[in-house]
């Protein structure tokens, strides 16, 4: 008795998993012939591993960055080709500083498995200003001028914290800009950080 043919593959991969139908067709030395047919099913039950890195990301010149989910990779494996997917990719001013990120790694077989990154956002993008001198007048009736304008223009990625100072205020707050701060006759000189 000889096996003259089997019908489906001999060997299965990971994008053959499921039930598969396979006929083995045999004969014997007459040539009566025989086949015998079952049903194969291919599981992978092979779960990956998942393994992280920490990874530092700078904010742009609009106060965002975004990564890959695989930026987060640092050789997770499997016997199946791997997907990477991850609980936050985009960073804005909001996240500066240290950011837990969940990396999963995944393959078309749902075996799945799961790690933590610290994605370190940086803001290296320093602000940047121009000031204006003015010439102003004294309030009706004052021995003052109030600051209408700040004759401050700003630029800058992030959301920034104001402060000033000044010399010959009559009124002095310290954050923010200068606008509506008195000024005492002559020259007046307002730094801002």
Request: glycine share 8%.
């Amino acid at each position: 008795v000889g096996c003259i043919g089997v019908t489906g593959p001999g060997n299965y991969s990971c994008t053959q998993t499921g039930s598969h139908t396979v006929t083995i067709i045999q004969d014997d030395p007459s040539g009566n012939e025989g086949t015998c047919s079952f049903n194969l099913t291919v599981q992978d039950t092979i779960k990956p591993t998942a393994v992280c890195q920490d990874i530092t990301v700078y904010l742009d010149a609009n106060g965002s960055a975004t990564i890959q989910a695989a930026d987060l990779d640092n050789g997770s494996w499997d016997n199946c080709t791997l997907q990477y997917s991850a609980s936050q990719t985009a960073f804005s001013c909001t996240d500066v500083g240290d950011n837990t990120v969940i990396l999963t790694v995944s393959e078309a077989n749902n075996n799945t498995d799961t790690c933590w990154s610290t994605v370190t956002v940086m803001d290296t993008i320093s602000p940047s200003f121009t000031c204006s001198d003015q010439q102003l007048y004294i309030d009706a009736g004052q021995c003052y001028a109030t600051l209408v304008s700040s004759g401050l223009t700003l630029s800058s990625n992030c959301n920034v914290q104001l402060h000033y100072s000044i010399s010959g205020a009559t009124t002095l707050q310290d954050s923010g800009t200068a606008a509506g701060v008195q000024l005492n006759m002559g020259t007046n000189t307002i730094v801002y950080t």
